[in-house]
């Protein structure tokens, strides 16, 4: 596997050449690029001299002008030949530059060009990094989908004691090695397969300005659209309103009410082999929606609501071989909940959260999720980007349906 390993300007510099000597012993080719900072904390010969590979410090060569034009597209060439990009030290400066897109050095511009897995280990004084700024950056940089090697805690360069540290070479490099091995475990593992994917809550009206809806943004189905078709598949995403850009490779059908959302999956149904209810379709609707607005008064004014219709129930009853994955997002009882609407429902595999935590809640660039399968089994998926999550969720569905036609 190819690696670039970037360096930050910090005195954790010294580090990042246990960290290459680690992802050698690993068996990993790896190509170091240093920022001018990091040049003031160790020199690029001891990093050429480790990886044997000569160490990009700069976006533009001081040589003759064929080699100058060859290195300044050189960040795109080096983008395109690497799987992992890995950045240690990254600095609170770095962070800044990555969460808000500035390219000024060979790191910053090659990140803009890198589509591959990114992983960054920040190293930095406790105080700068429990910052606001700090913070607000780190979570623009989750959720693209970035892994954040958190810093360890500890006595720091500037005699503050505190988290700030950066992580060991050997987790960093066991990180980048368990997300190689993913990466090349489900590469194409959904080449053939086409899936269907709801995501989004659906809006009710209640007259021509109001509606009522749930609270979802549509992230988790996104992110799943996105995984999915990363992998390979067909994806077919039936979408409620959200604000979200469309993922790549994914037919969107967009919707807005639960019985448009009803009519758009079951028109797609055949086409399907795996179907994920991963949309936040409201409960209840009002039959007979007024043409005009209602006006308010002072009297109190009820409404009779009316059931939509349960798309995931009728799914389970229609399904045949399809997998059916729903989810169920909780307050109280998440097993207990879950495993009920698995056997209402005929799910394959319910996918429970708790919706009442503030990191993992509504709106949330993060989830933290118990795969509740048919099989017996619970599994807890652990904090992580929603775009990590949902491989995880694709990891585990594929092993159901090999579950499945085995026991068959």
């Given at each position: 596997?190819?690696v670039v ?7 954790a ?82 962070l ?18 890198f ?11 406790n ?20 892994v ?5 805690e ?44 709801t ?15 749930n609270r979802?943004?549509?992230?988790m ?46 028109a ?10 991963a ?40 399904k ?22 698995l ?8 996918v ?42 694709f990891?585990q ?12």
């Amino acid at each position: 596997m190819n690696v670039v390993l970037g360096v930050g300007g910090g005195i954790a510099a010294y580090k990042s050449a246990e960290l290459a000597r680690a992802l050698m012993e690993r068996g990993m080719r790896v190509q170091v690029v240093m920022t001018q900072a990091a040049r003031e904390f160790i020199t690029p010969l001891t990093f050429a001299s480790l990886t044997g590979r000569k160490v990009i410090t700069g976006l533009f060569s001081s040589a003759g002008p064929e080699e100058t034009l060859s290195s300044a597209i050189e960040h795109i060439a080096v983008a395109q030949d690497n799987e992992i990009l890995v950045i240690a030290p990254a600095t609170a400066d770095l962070l800044a530059r990555l969460a808000h897109g500035l390219a000024d050095d060979f790191l910053t511009t090659l990140y803009l060009a890198f589509t591959g897995r990114v992983v960054l280990a920040p190293a930095m004084n406790n105080n700068m990094w429990m910052h606001p700024a700090t913070q607000d950056n780190l979570a623009v940089l989750r959720k693209r989908g970035h892994v954040i090697v958190e810093p360890d805690e500890g006595l720091l360069a500037c005699g503050a004691n505190g988290p700030g540290r950066l992580a060991e070479p050997d987790k960093i490099a066991g990180v980048i090695v368990d997300l190689g091995a993913a990466s090349s475990f489900h590469a194409r593992d959904l080449e053939g397969e086409t899936v269907l994917i709801t995501a989004g809550p659906t809006q009710e009206p209640l007259d021509p300005v109001r509606f009522i809806s749930n609270r979802s943004s549509g992230k988790m189905g996104y992110a799943l659209a996105d995984a999915a078709a990363e992998r390979g598949a067909q994806v077919i995403l039936v979408s409620g309103p959200v604000q979200l850009s469309e993922p790549q490779g994914a037919r969107v059908v967009h919707v807005r009410t639960a019985h448009e959302m009803h009519d758009a999956v079951m028109a797609h149904l055949s086409e399907a082999g795996i179907i994920v209810k991963a949309a936040a379709v409201a409960d209840y609707h009002l039959a007979q929606v007024p043409r005009n607005k209602i006006k308010k008064t002072a009297m109190r004014m009820s409404m009779d609501l009316d059931p939509t219709p349960d798309i995931l129930a009728e799914l389970g009853q229609k399904k045949g071989d399809r997998l059916l994955i729903g989810f169920a997002a909780e307050t109280e009882n998440l097993i207990e909940s879950a495993r009920q609407k698995l056997r209402s429902k005929n799910c394959d595999m319910v996918v429970a959260n708790l919706v009442n935590q503030e990191a993992t809640g509504f709106e949330s660039d993060e989830n933290e999720v118990v795969l509740v399968l048919s099989t017996g089994e619970t599994i807890p998926l652990s904090r992580a980007p929603k775009r990590e999550i949902a491989d995880r969720i694709f990891d585990q569905v594929l092993k159901l349906r090999l579950a499945l036609h085995a026991a068959q």
